[in-house]
């Protein structure tokens, strides 16, 4: 009997996503209303804060080996394992060095880098943050780990 009432309801949901699909009320990628479309198109962009022609810049994280520094031009090129990425600098882009201040001039080619980069709609990689030098090491007094702690703790519990 549980079977049937559930293949009833299974068969009507089917129904009403197909109706619903056919009518122009599904995604708007699926062949409906051009009219309609559009409008939905241009309703989420305008929710995103941008037109429906326009690419919003984004931001991510990046990081690699310095290859070389262009003090004129003010970028610096990350070596690449297909192809290398250059980065252009603002006057407003923090530079530091294990934690400290930094500039541009400071960065020596083959550390580590590490920043935040923001890609223009343009296509150009602007660094907003950029990190020279290995990453420092975080000390805290917690251990390193959740699964840590308690694996130092059942040992503690089964010694005598």
């Not at 409008?39 to 931001?59: H, L, M, P, Y």
């Given at each position: 009997?549980?079977?049937?009432?559930?293949?009833?309801?299974?068969?009507?949901?089917?129904?009403?996503?197909?109706?619903?699909?056919?009518?122009?009320?599904?995604?708007?990628?699926?062949?409906?209303?051009?009219?309609?479309?559009?409008?939905?198109?241009?309703?989420?962009?305008?929710?995103?804060?941008t037109?429906?022609?326009?690419?919003?810049?984004?931001?991510?994280?990046?990081?690699?080996?310095?290859?070389?520094?262009?003090?004129?031009?003010?970028?610096?090129?990350?070596?690449?394992?297909?192809?290398?990425?250059?980065?252009?600098?603002?006057p407003?882009t923090?530079?530091?060095?294990?934690?400290?201040?930094?500039?541009?001039?400071?960065?020596?080619?083959?550390?580590?880098?590490?920043?935040?980069?923001?890609?223009?709609?343009?296509?150009?990689?602007?660094?907003?943050?950029?990190?020279?030098?290995?990453?420092?090491?975080?000390?805290?007094?917690?251990?390193?780990?959740?699964?840590?702690?308690?694996?130092?703790?059942?040992?503690?519990?089964?010694?005598?």
């Amino acid at each position: 009997m549980k079977t049937s009432h559930l293949n009833t309801l299974l068969a009507s949901l089917v129904a009403a996503w197909a109706l619903g699909v056919a009518v122009g009320g599904g995604d708007p990628g699926v062949p409906g209303d051009p009219e309609r479309r559009e409008n939905v198109q241009s309703q989420s962009a305008r929710q995103a804060g941008t037109s429906s022609g326009e690419v919003k810049a984004t931001r991510y994280p990046v990081r690699g080996k310095l290859k070389a520094v262009d003090l004129k031009a003010r970028t610096f090129t990350l070596a690449g394992a297909e192809k290398d990425r250059t980065f252009q600098t603002r006057p407003q882009t923090a530079f530091t060095r294990q934690g400290k201040a930094a500039k541009l001039e400071d960065a020596v080619v083959g550390e580590d880098v590490g920043g935040l980069v923001e890609k223009q709609p343009d296509g150009t990689a602007i660094a907003l943050t950029v990190r020279l030098g290995a990453k420092p090491e975080l000390v805290t007094d917690k251990p390193a780990t959740r699964k840590a702690a308690s694996k130092k703790a059942k040992s503690d519990e089964m010694s005598p």
